[in-house]
Every structure is written in structure tokens, then in C-alpha cells.
């Protein structure tokens, strides 16, 4: 049976940087092992990536956080941490969503729950085996977070768990708007 979001041709159309791709599009359009999902607390859906995620994926990864939920994660996910769930009728196998730090003028420990969010999804794909995972910009969206400093802490924190890890082989960044993309390729040469 078709998938309700067909892979594009995002490999070709990526950026590469070594392990790190860059791709400019829509995460749940692209067919790595995981797509990280930019979920909140409650891990019952909401707006933009996350949003998305739910509705190309369907109901299956809903019926995946609501099981999280009845079990250990009782009171939802705490900022930074991450889970892993089916990606339902995604091209990606899994999704791991991963709640970003909202922003509060960076006082608030800002950067290392951003960071957090980068290792603990890497350590889950780590963990599951996974060879490729794509992140969209954790937290630069509602959640307000300067982009320029979100990417630099997405760039560093990838680049410092790959150098440790085999595994995930291939990490994509997938951004939504050209500035955001000039972020990255900025970071990444
Ligand atoms: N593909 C790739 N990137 C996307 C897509 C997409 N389909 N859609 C949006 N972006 P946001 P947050 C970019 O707001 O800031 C939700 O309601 C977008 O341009 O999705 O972490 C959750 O339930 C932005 O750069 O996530 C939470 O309540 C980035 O993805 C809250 O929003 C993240 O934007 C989380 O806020």
C-alpha cells in the first residue's frame, strides 16, 4: 500500500557535509530510519512540525504517545528528553519526538534543554540502531528560540555525538524556509 506522504527526491536534492545532509522541505516527506518530532509535554499533537508529523503519519503514532502516556511517562515528556514511537504511514519507520525548551530570553537554561533534545533523540537512534534520522529546527518555530543560536546548537551537538557514535550513520537537517537553510550551511562549512 502507497504511503500517505511519498519520499521525494530529497537525497538528491540534500546537501551533504559528510554524515550531515541538509535539505531544504518537508520532514515527513523524507524516508531516513527516524524523523525527530518537535512535540510538547503532553505528546498528543499540536501545531506546525508536529502537527504535520501526526497528520501524514496518522492515527497509529497518536495511538503510540497515548500508550506513553498510560504508562511511564504518566505526566508527559519533560522538556528535553525524548521518545520513540512508530512512524505510522510516514516514509520514516519511526518517529522520536523530543520536547524543545520554549524561549525565555536564554536565562532559562534554554541551551543545554535544546541540547538535550539533540542527544537524547541521537542516543534513542543510537540505541534502536537506526542508520539515519532527520531533525527539523527543535523549538525555533512556536516556541520562539533565535534560529541562530538554535542551529549552532544543533550543528554542535550532532557533530560531537557522531564523532563518538557509529550509529545513526547519516543525520539530515531539514529546514522550512530559505533563511533558516543559510543558517545551517553557515554552521556546517
Ligand atoms: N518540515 C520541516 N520543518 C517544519 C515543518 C515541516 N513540515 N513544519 C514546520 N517546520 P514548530 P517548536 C519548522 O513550531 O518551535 C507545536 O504545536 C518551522 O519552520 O513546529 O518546537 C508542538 O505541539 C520551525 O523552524 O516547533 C509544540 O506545542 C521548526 O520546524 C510546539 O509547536 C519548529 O517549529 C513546539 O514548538
Not at 25 to 39: E, K, L, M, P, Q
Not at 54 to 83: D, F, M
Not at 132 to 160: L, M, N, Q
Request: aromatic share 8%.
Amino acid at each position: 500500500m502507497p504511503t500517505a506522504s511519498t519520499p521525494t527526491t530529497w537525497r538528491t536534492e540534500a546537501k551533504s557535509f559528510g554524515r550531515l545532509l541538509l535539505y531544504r522541505g518537508d520532514i515527513t516527506r523524507i524516508d531516513t530510519d527516524a524523523v525527530v518530532n518537535a512535540a510538547n509535554s503532553s505528546l498528543l499533537g499540536g501545531g506546525g512540525v508536529d502537527g504535520a508529523i501526526h497528520r501524514a503519519g496518522g492515527p497509529e503514532i497518536l495511538e503510540a504517545c497515548r500508550r506513553l502516556r498510560a504508562g511511564y511517562y504518566g505526566k508527559g515528556l519533560r522538556t528535553g528528553e525524548a521518545v520513540i514511537t512508530t512512524g505510522g504511514r510516514l516514509p520514516a519507520r519511526h518517529v522520536v519526538h523530543t520536547v524543545g525548551p520554549v524561549w525565555n530570553g536564554g536565562h532559562k537554561q534554554e541551551p543545554e534543554l535544546l541540547a538535550n533534545c539533540y542527544r537524547n533523540s541521537l542516543r534513542l537512534a543510537t540505541e534502536n540502531q537506526l542508520r539515519s534520522i532527520a531533525f527539523p529546527g527543535i523549538s525555533t518555530g512556536v516556541y520562539g528560540y533565535p534560529k541562530a543560536e538554535a542551529t549552532a546548537i544543533a550543528v554542535r551537538e550532532v557533530r560531537a555525538f557522531l564523532e563518538q557514535h557509529d550509529l545513526p550513520q547519516e543525520v539530515v537537517f531539514v529546514t522550512f524556509d530559505e533563511a533558516s537553510f543559510q543558517l545551517y550551511e553557515r554552521e556546517l562549512e
